[in-house]
């Protein structure tokens, strides 16, 4: 069974653009989170999409959003991007929303860096 | 909100020691689960280790176990026989949605 995969995995903008990201979950998995690595913040939750619609969100600009589709497929968007967005962000998916016991399983992430 | 706090920044080891990785959180839930999971160079990250709050008995994978202590909320990982490829990022995560610690550098000496 295939992982979940990020595409693309490195990417350069320019301040003021804006990004999109995407994730393909594993097959069958409904839920899709969505995550921000800095090394000065460390690995933060953006949020959280079940069978499209979002079921949760973190403490991020409204320049931060995202969606996901009706197969599972989910996207997120960076809007007028700044120096600090520059992050490794990380997508995880699961069978359900909602489960505590149920595993994220993630992808190697898309690098993105803003000059 | 939930916290999680990891005060060990780095960590080092001898190769086939035994090291433990501390982890403290707060929650005002009374039911949730904790993760261990592992990020190696390649970024991926894999869950090393599972924890249910309501489960007294310390969870065991292997090599990796815990050591949770719910009323002093605290969750740590010990990593027996330590190897090569134990050398990575590791955070302790707590559930739902996963809320993050800063995480720990171990390096395994050979």
């Known amino acids: 069974k295939a992982g979940v995969t990020q595409t693309p995995r490195y990417l350069i903008k320019t301040r003021g653009q804006q990004v999109t990201l995407s994730c393909s979950p594993i097959s069958g998995h409904r839920s899709v989170s969505w995550y921000q690595q800095t090394p000065g913040q460390g690995l933060q939750f953006l949020f959280e999409?079940?069978?499209?619609?979002?079921?949760n969100k973190g403490n991020f600009p409204g320049r931060f959003s995202g969606r996901q589709f009706s197969n599972s497929r989910s996207e997120m968007n960076v809007s007028t991007l700044e120096l600090g967005d520059s992050a490794l962000y990380l997508c995880?998916?699961?069978?359900?929303?909602?489960?505590?016991?149920?595993?994220?399983?993630f992808g190697q992430g898309t690098r993105l860096t803003v000059v | 909100a939930q916290t999680v706090t990891q005060s060990q920044p780095e960590m080092s080891v001898q190769e086939a020691e035994t090291v433990t990785l501390s982890c403290t959180y707060d929650t005002s839930e009374s039911d949730y689960y904790l993760f261990w999971y592992k990020q190696p160079p390649s970024r991926q990250m894999i869950l090393v280790i599972r924890q249910e709050a309501y489960k007294q008995q310390n969870a065991t994978e292997n090599r990796f176990s815990v050591n949770f202590q719910k009323a002093a909320k605290s969750f740590s990982l010990k990593i027996s026989d330590s190897q090569l490829g134990d050398a990575a990022m590791y955070f302790c995560a707590w559930h739902t949605p996963l809320v993050f610690g800063k995480g720990t550098r171990l390096s395994v000496i050979a």
């Open positions: 995880a998916s699961s069978p359900t929303t909602g489960s505590m016991n149920t595993e994220a399983f």
């Open positions: 999409y079940f069978s499209e619609t979002q079921r």
